[in-house]
């Protein structure tokens, strides 16, 4: 049997929780907004009117999610070195796979041992070779929560977003 008690979320215009994102939905907000700041992106450079410029955006305003780079690693027990270089998608599943079952009401740690499973949709990442695999998003979940049921991560591409 597959249960799911808990849900956790993250998306542009500073949806942190299913409430956020519904709040969003209904108010028709728009949750694009201006390139962050706090990524270390040269934003000036990033901009070129002419579309297709390798590198560069035509564009001044995307989806972005707040404070990515706001990942405790400690809290996972994740090395600061390892948390540079793991996918972004990986940080954030992290995150709110905890969130999920705090939401829920369920301890996390009342689950280490237990026949609990991870099943994530990942999509494609342009994060680099390092620590990018995404076929290891739901064992990295596992492994991190204790968790010896099945782990399971699907490609199903923009779908998952």
Do not use: K, N
């Amino acid at each position: 049997p597959i249960a799911i008690v808990g849900m956790a979320c993250r998306f542009p215009g500073g949806v942190v929780s299913p409430e956020g994102l519904w709040d969003l939905v209904v108010g028709e907000g728009d949750a694009t907004g201006e390139f962050p700041v706090d990524r270390g992106w040269d934003t000036e450079a990033l901009f070129d009117p002419r579309p297709g410029r390798v590198g560069r955006s035509y564009v001044r305003r995307g989806g972005f999610l707040d404070d990515a780079a706001g990942f405790d690693a400690g809290f996972f027990g994740v090395s600061p070195r390892e948390a540079r270089e793991m996918d972004p998608q990986q940080r954030l599943f992290l995150e709110v796979s905890w969130e999920a079952l705090q939401r829920a009401g369920v301890e996390p740690s009342s689950l280490v041992g237990s026949r609990t499973g991870v099943y994530a949709g990942v999509m494609y990442h342009d994060y680099g070779p390092t620590g990018s695999a995404g076929s290891v998003i739901s064992g990295r979940v596992a492994y991190h929560l204790g968790l010896e049921g099945p782990a399971v991560s699907v490609d199903t591409a923009c779908s998952s977003s």
